[in-house]
């Protein structure tokens, strides 16, 4: 697959490194239905890790472990019709926070899996990932482009750094605030917009995190809002009834 994409997309690629442990990736579910999961060699990846960057000098990192094979969970047949979560995302963002935690730079994951049966009845939004076991190739198109992480302490600012308080908005679930990335900006003056529609088992919502947030129904309306926002307009001016200002007491 990684060779696929040099052929075809003229992708620049190093060279790779197998584990010298086994990672024993581990799936959970929590009591909210959440996916999560454990890493217990996690010092195995980080060795792997370590090397691609000061041998190779990797600029981004690809990741394919081993998952367990879950076929016929409740969870996996949800998942595969588009209506629950994703079994692997909680154990994939441990193995790509832990690299990017740690060596500051881009990672992702794709989980290794045997090929499951053939449905025709599949959801549309996980049709993709049934074509191939690895998903590898878009991990490597994603990570041709992923930004550079910098330290602005040790590292001059280049003409095209995105710092944090250049942000102006910031679109997310509106069940799923608690992330550090949104605790983070909700300090600063960038817009949070949480979209109902996009329901999730987290029960992080703006309101029970004390989140000041412009709640919308559907990823169309964040758009708008985006536009609006840009634009330098206030949303509020766009609803059938807008409230007279009021006089300060």
Same mark, same amino acid.
């Given at each position: 697959a990684a060779d696929a994409t040099r052929a075809t997309l003229g992708l620049n690629l190093t060279d790779y490194i197998i584990t010298d442990a086994p990672l024993e990736v581990q799936l959970q579910q929590s009591e909210s239905g959440a996916s999560w999961g454990t890493i217990a060699n996690s010092d195995s990846l980080l060795r792997a890790a370590e090397t691609l960057i000061d041998k190779a000098k990797a600029e981004a990192?690809?990741?394919?472990?081993?998952?367990?094979?879950?076929?016929?969970?409740?969870?996996?047949?949800?998942?595969?019709?588009?209506?629950?979560?994703?079994?692997? =995302?909680?154990? $994939?963002?441990?193995?790509?926070?832990?690299?990017v935690k740690t060596f500051q730079v881009p990672c992702a994951h794709a989980p290794a899996l045997l090929p499951l049966p053939l449905d025709p009845n599949l959801s549309p939004r996980s049709a993709a990932e049934e074509i191939g076991y690895t998903f590898?190739?878009?991990?490597?198109?994603?990570?041709?482009?992923a930004p550079q992480l910098v330290n602005t302490k040790d590292s001059p600012l280049l003409t095209n750094t995105i710092l944090a308080k250049q942000v102006d908005a910031v679109v997310v679930p509106a069940t799923a605030c608690g992330g550090s990335a949104v605790m983070s900006f909700s300090q600063t003056p960038a817009q949070i917009i =949480?979209?109902? $529609?996009?329901?999730?088992?987290?029960?992080?919502?703006?309101?029970?995190?004390?989140?000041?947030?412009?709640?919308?129904?559907?990823?169309?309306?964040?758009l708008g809002v985006l536009v609006a926002h840009r634009a330098g307009i206030n949303p509020e001016a766009l609803r059938p009834e807008i409230l007279p200002i009021a006089k300060i007491q």
């Open positions: 990192i690809a990741v394919v472990a081993r998952f367990p094979d879950d076929e016929g969970s409740t969870a996996l047949e949800l998942y595969r019709y588009g209506q629950g979560v994703d079994p692997l =995302a909680g154990a $994939e963002a441990v193995i790509s926070h832990l690299i590898l190739p878009c991990v490597l198109v994603g990570l041709s482009r =949480a979209v109902r $529609e996009n329901q999730t088992q987290m029960q992080a919502s703006p309101e029970s995190l004390g989140i000041k947030a412009l709640e919308v129904n559907s990823y169309l309306e964040a």
